[in-house]
């Protein structure tokens, strides 16, 4: 398998993965928005979802990440995702990247792919 983007953060429960990615194919000067993502990964559909980013902030403590679905607060040994829409809230230990599963792996290439093809058809109908 290519490694078509590198683990910069990984956090999980029983349930849930919580992964920010960098893809690799992509150059420094490219639009931050195609090359960063987070996603959550829900492990008994074996579905992606991306989450929108708004914002960051880093802070002596620890991190904290806005996306359009939530807010998720996070430190070198966990991160608190809580649900903009019912402040649900779901904690997560961080994970060594080399823990992340091979089905994992494959699901967010699959993602990836389905992002490059749509960006194709997209450009496809600008010619």
């Keep these: 398998m290519?490694?078509?983007f590198e683990i910069l953060y990984f956090f999980n429960t029983p349930f849930n993965s919580l992964v920010e990615i960098k893809r690799r194919n992509f150059d420094s000067e490219s639009d931050p928005s195609k090359v960063f993502f987070w996603i959550l990964y829900?492990?008994?559909t074996h579905r992606i979802y991306p989450l929108q980013f708004i914002s960051m902030k880093d802070e002596p403590l620890g991190q904290e990440r806005v996306f359009k679905q939530g807010t998720f607060s996070f430190n070198e040994v966990?991160?608190?995702l809580l649900n903009s829409s019912d402040k649900a809230k779901m904690v997560l230990t961080r994970m060594p990247n080399t823990t992340m599963t091979r089905l994992l792996k494959i699901r967010i290439e699959e993602f990836l792919l389905t992002l490059d093809k749509?960006?194709?058809k997209q450009l496809e109908k600008l010619l």
Excluded: D, L, R, Y
Aim: hydrophobic share 10%; net charge negative; no cysteine.
């Design 2 to 4: 290519s490694e078509a």
């Design 118 to 120: 749509q960006t194709e």
């Design 78 to 80: 966990e991160g608190t």
């Design 42 to 44: 829900e492990k008994k």
